[in-house]
Each structure stands twice: as structure tokens, then as C-alpha cells.
């Protein structure tokens, strides 16, 4: 299929491609001017001027301008490379709509097919002359082959009367064009996009099967706009076409058995057809029309019914069949088993533009002082065809204070034609469905599926799904990666749908959305016992929240991006039934009134960056489970803070805050602290009995992470020590010298991440279950805590996955390695616990980290994705081989071993890739080498493990033990020392001696 569409406008009914000297002043201008007598415009090549290697793009130019191409396949016609090349233009335009009619005029259709007899010579000298174009000659071969697979015309000479033979080709090529084009749009801006796409699904030059597509897409989007094009553009190619047209309208006026006559007439040729019901329609349909090759457009489809009684089945129509319909239900689709659909998309801002220039001008070039104004309304029609158009045309003449004025009008009131033509859809709704609607268009737009779904889930009860999935199907709105998406002039119709429920008297609608609404309900708020939502998001001249204690029943009240907001009433605090309250981005607030909203399940102060105080909680707020506050300069959290006693997840980024109270520790169900990129705290006591009574109370958090927060050693006083149920602790990136003795009482603490703290120094105490130590980066290590973290009784433990800075093997280890491996061979039982070190230099940024392979017996055992970072220095990872993921959690107790004996080897395995860029000269020589591995097992059945290859021993019965096998591997080490340091002390004095003779 071609990528491009041709020119939408035909200019030409008739492209004659022949070749000269064969039937120029013969069959091919005989043909021409009995055309031309029939009044059916023709281009052809009079000239008989020599021609070059390639078409020309004039000539290019009127192929891809007209409706039809005949070819004139004559005796000496792929002699010429010219006429070859026109032929391939041609088939290309084909695809693109295109009716190709081939006349064999005095050749056999099977000697162009299989290129035999003059069409077969011809080849053969192209072949020599263009041997350094294969593409080409594979071009030319392919085009021969498909125009002779098409249905056309051939004449031999005695088979009939050359005149009454073009008379037959005129009167086929007459009756084609006779089906007048539709008219399709004053100005069809942006359509040669998409009808390529709707053309690649309708696949036309495809005989053999019939297709059904569905182009689907809200209202005023120009679906049948793009439907008349694509019928103009391939109707020829039809035995019969039908366009119906406004199908819903149509069949609420007059019933399914008006449109099937209408249809019945239109194929057929034939007038008062009279059906007793649909039923007999579809049979007739059925019937009649399964043998031929029809064109059939469904134009505005709303109901299953009108489907099953005009195209039930793709057999009901001839092979080579297509059938378009056009929808606002994508649902329709779906149940009528349409699987090749297509998505009518909004304009761009360029085509928009350009649209309602054309409409508003009748022109390009407009006066520059139009401009601005111009941009606004395609602002506000969001690329909808129907809306440029309407605005437009209704805007011709005017000025541009009248274009201003109706901008602003438009913006609180759409025009009437769009709103009759937007809301079709919203009428075809169930009355929850509609309240649905409403609710996103007043309140939710742009807010996450689940958020919407849970906070209407108690006016709809379980039914929120499906009310979502109508509403998508009904093209009124999108869900695009978990968010609510609507159209920006849906969401106008919709609020104006709620406006006219009571256009006079705002009080007595159940949503408002214009700000002088709002303020004169608000001034009479006596009205106002029923309202729920009230939103004032972005009202760049909102300074102040009024009083709304009036408002009993308000469960959401919003006042998002407000950007001259400075004050908020107090009684926003005593809302009972608020559950949503959020004024984020208030960035000139700079304090909040007291709360006290039993109800309250959201709070958001998030990007209030003038505010000083966090607001006081002045009684118990259960319903609170997680408040994530970021770009909040406050400077402390009050004491009243544990107030909010559900709260099980805090969570502070970019905050100032200076001062934590210590009973933080005490709220109930506080589990997960977050804090990054805050200023340093200190932790305050609310009064002198407090540190005591909270030297009683733990907090029962399990995770406290407090990230690049510029920390010192007073953080670990009084109150963290509070937190003695954490289970995982991140203080990476601050600045403490010590971990502090009290460590070791953090009997719950599994996880410890100290990463970048490049002043921590010294490790006074670990916490007795410790299973992972990040210590990365941390430059200032003492030896004394990296002999602490290389305890053997620490890691004997199992379970551990340590990084910190170093280099040092420990002795208790029993093998080491200058190499990417490690290796060891087992007998009977795999080791139940052992220990791995690698220490390992940091690399560039070619190779970010190290992988590690298990190969048993050669072969390899999956992991699951386990990487190792490498760092900007040396640094020493330990683990435990069987805390890593593998793939199968019962690997090492399924595994049937091969052999008496098994080795094992543990490879790095993205550093040997790092290695082979070394030798090539590729990376840095020194940054590269892996100093050592390690390997150390639990002394348990010692004579069932070896480090040296039990094969290469006459028997393995014969094998050494283990102790003996280090014994062994010492005196090895001291001989080859001795060896080593005799050669030095040789070569050295040597050299000596020679120096000074």
C-alpha cells in the first residue's frame, strides 16, 4: 500500500498510456476521439518528440490527476522503458484509488503476463541494457504481470470491428464516470492523512475477500467527510456504490425498511421496491447482491439493529465487496465483529488554522491584525473540523473587535449548531451515564481513572466501570495511561447541558462552573444545601475562599493553581463531610486556617510555597492514610500533627521544614516515612516529660527514609531512637561521621542504605539481623569499621548482600581470586551456606555494572536480572549465593548431579565483555581489572568439598581433605614465594654488579 494518497481532486477522466509508434494515429487516437466525442476528458502525450530514460513530473502529474488509466498493451508497447515506467506509475496509483482498464490490443494477456514473445525480447535487451538496475527490471517484470491480471479488454484482429470494439471501451469507461462525484467539503483541509490510513485498511486492489471497516470518533469530527472522499476516490473500481447517508436520522424518521429499498434501488437498477419488514430486506439484500462487487457507505450508525438489517454478513456481498461505517459507538464495531477500524483524529494547529481561514475568508492570506484572535478560537476548538467550520463561516465579514466579543461569548456558551450536533451522544446515554458525564466534565477531567472511579463509586455503587466504558465507547471521552481524557469542546457541552437545567437560577443546579455563578450562589447561599463539589482551580483573580460553613454537604472543594490566592476562610476547617480538600500551587498563601474534617481522605498542600506553618489539627482525622507534601518551605510540623491518627505513610521532597516534633514516633499507625532533599531538622520535645515517656513508646514504623537531607550526628538523638521497629532505613546522601552504638538494638533493622554519606567515618554498632549494607561512595570508612563489616560471625549468619569501600580479603575466607571467577568442585549434597567477595574497580560509563553467572558442571543456572553497580571507586561486594534470585527458588535440591564430583563457578560476567573492549584498545587500561573474588563455605562435610580439580588426582578417593587442601594450597603459596623472591634478589644484584663495573 502506498504511503501517499494522490491528489484528491481529479482533473482528467481518462489517462490514455500507449506507445506511439505501434497505435498513435491508429487504435489509440481513434479511442481518443471517440472519448472526446463522448464529452469525457482525456489526457494523452500528442507529442512525438524524443523521449528520455524517465517520466516527466507533468506527466506524473496527470496519472495521479485523473480517475481512470487505460493501457494500451501493443505488440511493441514494453519496448520502451518509458512506457514501463509510466505503467509502474500507474499500478502505483492504483493503490491509491485509481481504476486501471488494460486493453491488449493485437497480444496475447499470457505473453505479458509471463513476458513470451515480443513482451519476452523486450526483456531480454532491457535486461542487458539496464544489468546495473535489477530494481528496476524487477519493477517493470512485477508491473507487466499485475495490469495482466486485471479485467480489461483484447482484440485480435477478426474478432470484431475495431469502431464497435472502442465503442464498447467508451461506453464502460461512460457509464463509470457517470456516477457524479459527492460533494465531499467547501475546504477538505487535513483529509490526505487519513484517508491514506482508511485506504490501507480498505486494501482495494484485494478481489477475493469482502471487507468491512469501521471509522469511529466523537461528533463534528469530520468522519463522513473522510468517508464521501474515500467513496469518490475508489467508487469506480465498484460494480455498484450506495452512499446512505445520516443512517440514524434516517431510520428514526422512516424505519430500517426505507433505507434497505433505497439500497435495493441504488445496486440494482430498479425503482419501487416494496418490502413487507426488515427481515424480508435483509433476505433480499442477502440474495441478490451476493454475486456482485458492490461499494456500500453506512453513514452515522447508533444501533446494532440498522447493521444486522443492511450488512449482517461479509457473504451477503460479492467478493471484492467493501463496507464503510461511520460511528460515534466503537462499541457497534465490536459486537457487529468489525475488526478493521480507524480513529478520526482532531486537526493539528496548521490544518486547524488554515481550515478556519478559509471559512472565515474564503482565502489564505489574511490581514495580520486577525491573527491573535484567530489562534484563540482554534485554541478553543481543539482541532473539531465542526467547530472551525461553524465559527468561521458564522464570523465572515466581521471585524476583529467581533471576533473578541464572540470568543468570549463562545467560551461560556457554545453555538448552538455545535452544541445540537455534540450532545446527539450524550441523549443516547442511560441517566446514571449522564450524571457520570457531567461529573467528569465539570470536576474531573484530567484526574486518574482510579480517582475517578473511587470517588464516585458511592454515588454509583459497583457500576462505575461500566458507566466508564460506555462513555469511551461512546467516543465522549478517552482513558489515556490511567488518566480521564475529554475533548475540550465536549467538556463546554457539557457544562452547558447543566447550565440549562436552570439558566436563571444557579442554586437549583447540582454543578456550577462560572465564576459569576459560583458568587451569586455564594452570596445566597440558602440555596446551597445540596451542593457536593465546588472547584475554583485556576482563577488567576481568586484572592480570597469565602465562608462556606452554608455548605453541609460539600464533599470536595478545590482551589488548585490560584495564583493570587492569599487568604482562605476558617470555616473550610469544619466541613463534616468534605473528603477531598486541595489547594495546590497557591503559591502566594502563606497560612492555612485549623482542621478539624472527621471526613477528610485527601489533603493536598503541595507547591504552596509562600506557606510558613503546617495547619493545625485540632481533633482526631482517621480517614487520612498517606499525605505526600513536595515544595512545602514550611519550617515545622506541629505538635497537633499526630492528630491525623490513620495516618499510615508520610511522605516530605523539597520541604524547609527545620523542626520535627518527636511524637511522630507515637501516631498509631505511621509505617512508611519518606523524606528527601529537606532541609537538616532538628526533633523537638513537646514538653520535659515527653522524652521520657517516649523513651517507653516505639514508633511501629517499618520504614523510614530520610535521603539527602543534609543530616549530622545530632539526627540520631532522642528522637530517632523512637524508631526502633524499622525494618528498613535509607539515610543515603547526608552528612553523620558516626552510625551510633544504639544500632545494635535495632532488632528489627534488615536493611541499612548509608550510600554517598562521604563523611560517615565510623560503625560503633550493627544491627544483629542485618541482611543488607549499602555503604557505596562512603569515602571516609576507617579500617576499624571495615573489619567490623567483614566480621565472620556477621556473614556466617547467611543471608547478607554487603557494598562498602575497600579492598581487603579477610583471612577466614578459604579461596581467593585475581580473576572475574571463583571456582570450587562439591560432592553429594551442594553446600547448604556459603559466602562470595568480589572487589572490583569502577569502569566508565560503557559498563554500569557487574552480572553475575552460576555455572554448574558448565552449565549455567538463570537469575533473575541480579546486577552489581560499579562505583567511582574500589569496592568490596559480599553475598550469599543462595540469596540471590534464581529463577527456580528449589534449584540446588532438584538438580540431579552428573558427576561423583561437580564443579561450580561464579563468572562477572559484564566484566569479561569489559575486558575484551580492553584488549581491543577501547577502554582505559587501569579502570578495567577486578582486584579479587573470594569464596568462603560453611565447614560442614568438609571432605565433600575441593578447590583444586579432583580429576586431574589419579582417584578421586585419593583426594585430599579440605583442611589439608589449604594446607596444601599454603605450602604451594611459600614455595612459590621463595622461588619468586631467590630470582628478584639474583636479578637485582646482577644488576648491580653491572652497573658499578
Not at 470491428?161 to 462525484?181: D, L, N, P, Q, T
Not at 482495494?204 to 461528533?219: E, P, R, T
Request: proline share 4%; aromatic share 10%.
Amino acid at each position: 500500500m502506498a504511503a501517499k494518497t494522490r491528489s484528491l481532486a481529479s482533473i482528467y477522466d481518462v489517462f490514455l498510456s500507449f506507445r506511439g509508434l505501434d497505435t498513435r494515429h491508429g487504435f489509440t487516437g481513434n479511442l481518443y476521439k471517440a472519448l472526446d466525442d463522448r464529452g469525457i476528458y482525456t489526457s494523452i502525450d500528442d507529442q512525438e518528440l524524443p523521449r528520455g530514460d524517465e517520466i516527466t513530473p507533468a506527466l506524473s502529474k496527470a496519472i495521479q490527476e485523473s480517475r481512470i488509466a487505460i493501457t494500451v498493451l501493443s505488440q511493441n508497447y514494453a519496448s520502451s522503458s518509458f512506457c514501463l515506467d509510466e505503467l509502474v506509475t500507474i499500478l502505483h496509483c492504483k493503490s491509491e484509488g485509481l481504476l486501471v482498464i488494460p486493453v491488449f490490443y493485437k497480444v496475447d494477456p499470457s505473453d505479458v503476463r509471463h513476458q513470451k514473445g515480443s513482451y519476452g525480447e523486450a526483456m531480454a535487451k532491457h535486461q542487458k541494457r539496464f544489468k546495473a538496475k535489477k530494481e528496476k527490471l524487477q519493477k517493470w517484470r512485477m508491473a507487466l504481470k499485475q495490469v495482466a491480471d486485471l479485467s480489461g479488454y483484447h482484440f485480435e484482429d477478426g474478432d470484431a470491428y475495431e469502431y464497435k470494439f472502442i465503442g464498447s471501451i467508451v461506453e464502460e469507461v461512460s457509464r463509470k464516470i457517470s456516477r457524479a462525484s459527492l460533494h465531499v467539503a467547501d475546504y477538505p483541509v487535513g483529509l490526505e492523512s487519513q484517508v491514506t490510513e482508511v485506504m490501507k485498511l480498505l486494501d482495494v486492489g484485494s478481489d477475493d475477500l469482502v471487507h468491512i471497516i469501521g471509522i469511529h470518533g466523537m461528533g463534528g469530527l469530520g468522519k463522513t467527510t473522510l468517508a464521501l472522499e474515500v467513496y469518490n476516490l475508489i467508487a469506480l473500481h465498484f460494480d455498484e456504490s450506495c452512499f446512505l447517508q445520516n443512517v440514524r436520522e434516517e431510520s428514526n424518521k422512516h424505519g430500517l425498511k426505507h433505507l434497505q429499498s433505497i439500497l435495493l434501488s441504488k445496486l440494482l437498477g430498479e425503482k419501487d421496491i416494496t418490502l413487507t419488514s426488515w427481515q424480508e430486506g435483509a433476505s433480499t439484500i442477502q440474495h441478490r447482491l451476493q454475486r456482485k462487487k458492490v461499494l456500500l457507505i453506512l453513514d452515522d450508525v447508533n444501533k446494532r439493529e440498522q447493521l444486522k438489517a443492511i450488512v449482517g454478513r461479509p457473504d451477503w456481498f460479492g467478493p471484492g465487496s467493501r463496507v464503510i461505517i461511520t460511528t460515534r459507538d466503537k462499541h457497534l464495531l465490536k459486537c457487529h465483529e468489525v475488526e478493521r477500524t480507524y480513529e478520526v483524529k482532531v486537526l493539528n494547529h496548521n490544518a486547524a488554522l488554515q481550515l478556519l481561514t478559509w471559512n472565515a475568508f474564503k482565502r489564505e492570506k489574511i490581514d495580520p491584525s486577525y491573527e491573535d484572535v484567530l489562534n484563540r478560537v482554534v485554541t478553543y476548538a481543539s482541532g473539531l473540523p465542526l467547530a472551525l467550520e461553524i465559527i468561521g463561516s458564522n464570523m465572515f465579514g466581521k471585524s476583529v473587535a467581533g471576533w473578541e466579543s464572540a470568543v468570549e461569548h463562545y467560551k461560556r456558551i457554545p453555538n448552538d449548531e455545535i452544541l445540537e450536533i455534540l450532545k446527539v451522544s450524550f441523549d443516547a446515554l442511560g441517566e446514571e451515564q449522564k450524571n457520570v458525564f457531567l461529573d467528569i466534565a465539570f470536576c474531573l477531567k484530567g484526574c486518574k481513572l482510579t480517582e475517578v472511579e473511587h470517588m464516585l463509586c458511592s454515588l454509583y455503587d459497583n457500576c462505575m466501570k461500566h458507566h466508564i466504558d460506555v462513555l469511551v465507547d461512546k467516543s465522549l471521552i478517552k482513558v489515556k495511561h490511567g488518566i480521564v481524557e475529554m475533548h475540550d469542546l465536549i467538556q463546554v457541552v457539557g457544562r452547558e447541558i447543566e447550565r440549562q437545567r436552570s439558566p436563571e437560577e444557579p442554586g437549583k443546579r447540582k454543578r456550577l462552573w462560572l465564576p459569576k455563578d459560583i458568587i451569586h450562589v455564594l452570596k445566597d447561599n440558602t440555596k446551597l444545601g445540596h451542593l457536593t463539589v465546588l472547584k475554583f482551580d485556576r482563577c488567576k483573580f481568586l484572592t480570597q475562599i469565602p465562608d462556606v460553613s452554608d455548605l453541609p454537604n460539600l464533599r470536595e472543594l478545590s482551589f488548585e493553581d490560584c495564583e493570587s490566592l492569599v487568604a482562605v476562610d476558617d470555616s473550610i476547617g469544619f466541613l463534616k463531610k468534605l473528603k477531598k480538600l486541595s489547594a495546590y500551587g497557591c503559591r502566594k498563601l502563606t497560612s492555612f486556617p485549623p482542621l478539624n474534617l472527621t471526613s477528610l481522605e485527601t489533603l493536598q498542600l503541595s507547591s504552596c510555597s509562600s506557606l510558613e506553618y503546617f495547619p493545625e489539627i485540632l481533633g482526631e482525622m482517621e480517614n487520612i492514610r498517606e499525605l505526600r507534601l513536595t515544595g512545602l518551605y514550611i519550617k515545622e510540623l506541629p505538635f497537633s500533627f499526630q492528630n491525623l491518627t490513620g495516618l499510615r505513610l508520610l511522605a516530605l521532597s523539597g520541604c524547609g521544614i527545620v523542626q520535627l516534633p518527636c511524637s511522630l514516633a507515637m501516631m498509631p499507625e505511621l509505617s512508611s516515612f519518606y523524606t528527601d532533599y529537606c532541609n537538616r531538622w532538628q526533633w523537638i520535645e513537646l514538653e520535659e516529660g515527653e522524652e521520657k515517656l517516649g523513651s517507653i513508646i516505639s514508633s511501629k514504623a517499618q520504614l523510614f527514609c530520610a535521603t539527602n537531607c543534609n543530616l549530622c550526628d545530632d539526627f540520631f538523638l532522642a528522637g530517632f531512637k523512637r524508631f526502633a521497629h524499622v525494618g528498613y532505613l535509607n539515610l543515603s546522601g547526608n552528612n553523620f561521621t558516626i552510625l551510633p552504638e544504639f544500632f545494635k538494638e535495632l532488632q528489627f533493622l534488615r536493611t541499612l542504605d548509608v550510600s554517598d554519606c562521604e563523611h560517615l567515618q565510623e560503625i560503633r554498632g550493627l544491627p544483629p539481623i542485618l541482611e543488607y549494607f549499602d555503604a557505596r561512595n562512603c569515602v571516609s570508612f576507617t579500617s576499624s569499621s571495615t573489619s567490623m563489616l567483614l566480621n565472620q560471625e556477621l556473614h556466617e549468619a547467611g543471608g547478607t548482600q554487603f557494598v562498602f569501600p575497600g579492598t581487603r580479603i579477610p583471612e577466614w575466607f578459604d579461596q581467593q581470586s585475581s580473576g572475574p571467577s571463583s571456582s570450587f568442585w562439591f560432592r553429594n549434597k551442594f553446600p547448604a551456606k556459603l559466602v562470595f567477595l568480589l572487589i572490583a574497580p569502577v569502569s566508565g560509563a560503557s559498563y554500569p555494572f557487574l552480572e553475575p553467572k552460576l555455572f554448574i558442571n558448565g552449565k549455567v543456572l538463570p537469575f533473575k536480572n541480579e546486577v552489581i553497580d560499579m562505583l567511582k571507586l574500589d569496592h568490596t561486594y559480599i553475598f550469599d549465593l543462595q540469596e540471590l534470585p534464581f529463577k527456580n527458588d528449589n534449584l540446588f535440591e532438584e538438580v540431579a548431579w552428573e558427576k561423583e564430583w561437580n564443579h561450580v563457578e561464579v563468572r562477572y560476567q559484564s566484566v569479561l565483555e569489559y575486558e575484551n573492549e580492553k584488549r581491543k584498545g577501547v577502554l582505559d587500561l587501569e579502570s578495567s581489572l577486578i582486584k579479587a573474588t573470594g569464596i568462603h563455605i560453611f565447614k560442614e562435610g568438609v571432605s565433600d568439598i575441593r578447590f583444586d580439580d579432583p580429576y586431574l588426582s589419579s582417584s578421586a578417593s585419593e583426594s585430599p581433605s579440605f583442611l589439608q587442601t589449604i594446607a596444601l594450597g599454603t605450602r604451594k603459596f611459600s614455595i612459590a614465594f621463595f622461588l619468586f623472591f631467590s630470582c628478584f634478589l639474583f636479578y637485582y644484584f646482577g644488576f648491580s654488579c653491572q652497573k658499578f663495573t
